[in-house]
């Protein structure tokens, strides 16, 4: 499908991120405006909030943008959100006819400020990557018990915390814990040693579940709104002394990183893909109906302090081996209440090349192999100072379908209260 023209010019770059067929969701306020929900086209965010108020846009009874976030439209459900995408695409379209009353309400992305675009409910972070979740076990476990033995048949997860999830641009501290070298005799307390990022698709969950009811993959696919990047920062002293036998906790409570623009499941259909070849046949539950993978290109780039940013790894979220709504599914297997603003990060993304890895454990080998960058300094993890940025986009006929960086500066740790 080649790219929809639209009159803002800027959204007709074939290399901008934000063309009138991604019409990506946010919040963003300026000097003069509240937060408030924006749609994102070429350089320009269309004020949501005014386009309900002045009747621009009207989907319900209730109004759904005099909040800034987006859940109110998420809660409505696939029918709302398609007639909002085809109202939007009507408005911003080459030749749409209201195109003097929508100019007014465009704000240059240049002038805003992009807040969280929606409330998050709850956190679960997936380990959906076969090729991280097997350099993961070969650095912990060896190569001969790389994949624990339920891997292969279970979209492994556990809950994470929704109170630390930050947009994009929020520095991030560096988190105090206990740790336990090998050969240690006894723990320590201090700054972690060993600061990473994991390399993330976020799903995010529109419409929920009843407790008590499991839902199919169909199901499943039909109730996610869309996605975000998503840096899962991760603790890997802290984690390793840690995670025995419930899993991660303080390593991964820190701090989550999302991209500030929701891009839509309606915007990355043409994008589908199936998921990798299968290496033991799932249960009937997971089984794949149908392509629910994605062909996303990943970048992660890292910039010490005052430094150039350089690209540290180049990866696809087709390596994932369960699709989100597997994920969701498996969720809801036991009767979870899945609910609206649900976010399932879908563990590290990497591929089968060493520049593919999605992680600093895994591009450095635990340390062992450290990443030159290009200011003549070396980094095994992330220094105080340092900034990550996580990078997306779907690549359409003559277009792209963005996802906007998603960003943090490491800053030092706190000392605690006396
Ligand atoms: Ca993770």
New binding site residues.
Partial sequence: MPLTKSWVTAANDPDGPFPLDNLPYGVFSTDTLDPRPGVAIGDQILDMATAESTGLVQLTELPLFDAPYWNELMEEGPAVWAALRDRLTSLLKDGAPERAKVEPLLVPMAEAELHMPFMVCEYT???AGRHHATNVGTIFRGADNALPPNWLHIPIGYN?RASTVVVSGTDITRPLGQTKAPDAESPSFGPCRRLDI?L?LGAIVGTGNEMGEPITLDQADAMIFGYVL?N?W?ARDIQAWEYQPLG?FQA?AFA?SISPWIVTKAALEPFRVNAPERLKPLLPYLQDTGPMCYNIALEVEMAPPDGEAQTIARTNARELYYSSAQQLTHHALCGCEMNTGDLL????ISGPEKDQRGSLLELTWSGKEPLHLSDGTARSFIEDGDTLTLKGWAQGDGYKIGFGDCTGTILPAPTMPK
């Fill in positions: 972070d997936f380990y994470g994991e993330e998503l899962d991760s991660p991964k989550t990060g879908s563990g590290t």
